[in-house]
């Protein structure tokens, strides 16, 4: 992911109103962030603890959505729709994001159960808890990447459509 400016995500947010781009709190670690080894951002917001957000470069673009955090967590050890991670230390939330346009408008989301943390990046690159001595480990890795993005970017498609 190429790294953008703050302005940019701001300007790039889809399904938010003004007053909800006004309010955002970057992450403090925010400078610090490697955007070229991962493959979208995310992070929660300082100010407003139901809240989180998430930029991805989406069909050649910048796009930033809204995440609204439920306020119960998961009855049961849950897996992160996105990474897939099965020994997962932290908690997985169950986040949703405005639709695009009329429907967004009228309320309707689409939600997903991801790290608390967004860390899905860095998960998605760990060896599986067991593996073959002859295994092609880098395979491995390229392909869990690929499939987290694949999932991440079709989350982000339903948000966007306006079909329906």
Not at 40 to 46: L, N, P, V
Not at 149 to 158: D, L, N, Q, Y
Request: with cysteine.
């Amino acid at each position: 992911m190429r790294t953008p400016t703050q302005q940019q995500i701001l300007s790039a947010f889809r399904g938010a109103t003004k007053g909800e781009i006004a309010k955002i709190s970057f992450d403090k670690g925010f400078d610090d962030v490697d955007f070229d080894k991962i493959e979208f951002y995310g992070w929660r917001d300082r100010k407003i603890p139901r809240r989180a957000y998430l930029v991805i470069e989406h069909d050649g673009e910048l796009v930033s959505l809204l995440l609204n955090r439920s306020e119960a967590k998961p009855r049961r050890r849950a897996m992160c729709s996105w990474c897939r991670d099965v020994e997962l230390v932290q908690d997985v939330m169950l986040y949703a994001a405005r639709r695009a346009g009329s429907r967004g408008r009228r309320g309707d989301t689409i939600a997903a159960l991801i790290c608390e943390d967004f860390a899905c990046p860095k998960r998605a690159r760990k060896l599986p808890p067991a593996y073959h001595k002859d295994t092609d480990l880098d395979a491995i890795r390229a392909g869990q990447v690929d499939e987290m993005s694949r999932r991440v970017h079709a989350f982000v498609t339903e948000a966007l459509s306006t079909d329906g």
